[in-house]
């Protein structure tokens, strides 16, 4: 079939097939709603007003903390910590334009793969992925208010800390630090022992063992150096 939009069309597609499905079954559960179909260890801990929607996968030793949203299509492996408020496989901000010129909205169906020891902070959103799954891996830690959008990849043990925004297909490689309020245009990776400082606008990708710093981000040598020729600019 030829289209003048293909992802549109697609798009208009799934979005028809999504909505004749039959509704989810839930079961209340100590003032939580979970689906029925949804798949939790016995040893999960589960706080009041949480939901917990279908297809989702929780494992053992994990806790999940009052407030908690975890959408569809949603895997979360073992020893995390959910944190208040969260927002875990929700629509991810996608969206192309119908003939019309209007925004018609991308649907989100990969939803969130999260490892073992990981830990979402209060009030952060983990985006769906599009096809394919966002991915958190292992020991990776979240701080509260971030936003890590879908399709993103965030690496083993990995520390991403207040106020984050990372922008949808961004890859974050094992052992980084992305300091508070920073900003991550989307589509780039950044590398392996990375450190990204505080309120960097990080626009290109990063190479492994970097400290980035600045709006646009620099390497911390090259911030130095302009540093030293701005101040003898000035003095001169």
Do not use: Q
């Not at 925004?103 to 952060?124: C, Q």
């Not at 394919?132 to 959008?149: R, S």
């Not at 130095?224 to 001169?236: D, G, L, N, V």
């Amino acid at each position: 079939i030829f289209v003048n939009n293909p992802r549109y069309e697609y798009a208009r597609l799934v979005d028809f097939i999504v909505s004749e499905e039959e509704e989810d079954k839930y079961k209340e559960v100590f003032g939580s709603y979970i689906a029925e179909n949804s798949h939790i260890d016995p040893s999960v801990k589960i706080e009041p007003g949480v939901f917990i929607g279908p297809n989702v996968t929780i494992g053992r030793g994990t806790r999940i903390l009052s407030g908690a949203k975890i959408k569809g299509n949603v895997k979360i492996g073992e020893n995390c910590i959910i944190r208040e408020n969260c927002v875990i496989g929700g629509y991810g901000f996608g969206f192309d334009k119908d003939y019309e010129g209007k925004n018609f909205r991308l649907p989100h169906l990969g939803g969130v793969l999260i490892g073992n020891n990981v830990e979402i902070g209060a009030i952060t959103t983990v985006c769906s992925g599009t096809i394919n799954p966002t991915i958190i891996e292992d020991y990776a830690k979240v701080d509260d208010h971030v936003h890590i959008a879908h399709n993103v990849v965030i690496g083993e043990n990995s520390i991403v800390t207040a106020c984050a925004e990372i922008s949808g297909s961004c890859i974050i490689g094992k052992n980084s630090w992305i300091a508070p309020n920073t900003s991550i245009i989307n589509g780039i990776k950044i590398g392996e022992n990375v450190t990204i400082g505080m309120g960097s606008v990080v626009t290109k990708s990063v190479e492994d063992n970097k400290v980035m710093v600045g709006a646009p981000a620099e390497t911390l040598e090259d911030a130095k150096r302009f540093k030293k020729i701005k101040e003898k600019m000035i003095k001169e």
